[in-house]
């Protein structure tokens, strides 16, 4: 994925060690360090009508009713910035034949779309993955697609940890027959407790090495982001002895009714890395993430940190869906020259019968000007 500008260092933001975390800048650095605030990085608006082709319906680059399609992972196939033509991963629920699916139902099929200007995906999509082994227990879901040399490989979520399937073309993938990140065992004293890895986002470093943040469920509905590295991307290995990012410290008692719960304060879920670069050359790591508040409500929230390791900082706002019903959530971000395009899944609508799932894109900065939709 390309480099971008980092979060400003003007944004206020808060360190997340576990448990708690304090709140804290980013480090200053010189005057052209960059702009103040980055709008590569967020907020986002909501994509426009305009801006869409494939009669979509703005926001929703995709709202399929009979797959149920949702969480995106979009790739850039030639590898270049410049060109806008990608692929689209979604997990998707297929019914019996004949039988309209459940959109409740855990997703169990992974299907492609593509979109010849990164955001306006066709109507027909290719089944790349369904499940098959004992191990992925009847499910295959949240995709996380990144190229690596010539191949294409794609992290996914299953009942017994997360799965690898690589292809040459995108279409035809060949599956790991194991998890390549399995629950720890349940004595072992770490903070994971044996819960089941989910929800991965891989990105690659500028070494060729990997870095996975994944969710992991803790109790009373609460859930954390882990982190773990890998040379081969097949071999994990676990970082810290902590979260990588957990729910936000809550208001003390007798905290003033100014100090309202964070976003993010019951959960954070759906992490999803991008390596940035600040104006002055300084690497970075940005991930955008799911957070939930204790009544359910759902945004976009932000964390990043200067270099590809240490302590993740988390913006106090979210980027996206601060004030939406839509419960927002597994985000996605495409970076291009000049705007990134950050997907979403979210509740097609608030309408009775428009509670399934659908994929909309928002647009940063917000006074970007896309390349016409096509077709």
Not at 148 to 159: H, I, K, N, P, T
Not at 306 to 317: E, S
Request: charged share 20%; with cysteine.
């Amino acid at each position: 994925m390309p480099l971008l500008l980092l979060v400003p260092r003007a944004l206020a933001l808060c360190a997340v060690p576990w448990p708690l975390g304090s709140c804290a800048t980013l480090p200053s650095e010189e005057a052209d360090e960059g702009s103040l605030p980055n709008a590569l990085a967020g907020p986002f608006r909501e994509i426009d009508q305009g801006e869409l082709g494939n009669s979509r319906a703005a926001p929703h680059v995709m709202n399929d009713d009979e797959r149920f399609a949702r969480d995106a992972s979009v790739v850039d196939l030639d590898g270049d910035p410049s060109t806008l033509a990608a692929a689209g991963f979604f997990a998707a629920t297929l019914g019996p034949e004949g039988a309209e699916p459940d959109p409740l139902a855990p997703p169990n099929a992974i299907v492609r779309y593509d979109a010849a200007d990164g955001r306006s995906f066709e109507r027909s999509p290719v089944t790349v993955l369904a499940p098959e082994l004992p191990w992925e227990g009847g499910t295959v879901a949240a995709p996380s697609a990144l190229l690596v040399g010539g191949e294409l490989w794609l992290y996914y979520a299953a009942a017994g940890g997360i799965g690898l399937a690589r292809s040459e073309g995108g279409a035809a993938f060949a599956r790991e027959p194991a998890p390549v990140l399995a629950p720890t065992a349940p004595g072992d004293g770490g903070w994971e407790r044996g819960a089941v890895p989910g929800s991965p986002g891989v990105v690659r470093l500028p070494d060729g090495s990997l870095r996975m943040f994944y969710v992991v469920a803790g109790d009373g509905g609460a859930s954390f982001v882990g982190e773990a590295r890998s040379d081969d991307g097949l071999a994990w290995e676990r970082v810290g002895d902590a979260p990588a990012l957990a729910p936000a410290p809550l208001p003390a008692a007798g905290a003033s009714a100014a100090e309202d719960e964070p976003f993010d304060g019951a959960a954070v879920l759906d992490p999803a890395p991008v390596l940035a670069v600040s104006a002055t050359g300084r690497p970075s790591l940005r991930v955008y993430y799911a957070g939930r508040d204790s009544a359910g409500r759902s945004a976009i929230g932000l964390a990043a940190r200067f270099g590809h390791d240490g302590p993740l900082q988390r913006a106090a706002a979210p980027v996206f869906g601060a004030s939406s019903a839509l419960d927002p959530r597994a985000p996605w971000v495409a970076a291009y020259p000049g705007f990134s395009l950050l997907f979403v899944t979210q509740a097609a609508g608030t309408r009775a019968g428009d509670d399934h799932p659908a994929v909309a894109a928002g647009v940063a900065p917000a006074d970007a000007s896309l390349p016409p939709p096509e077709p």
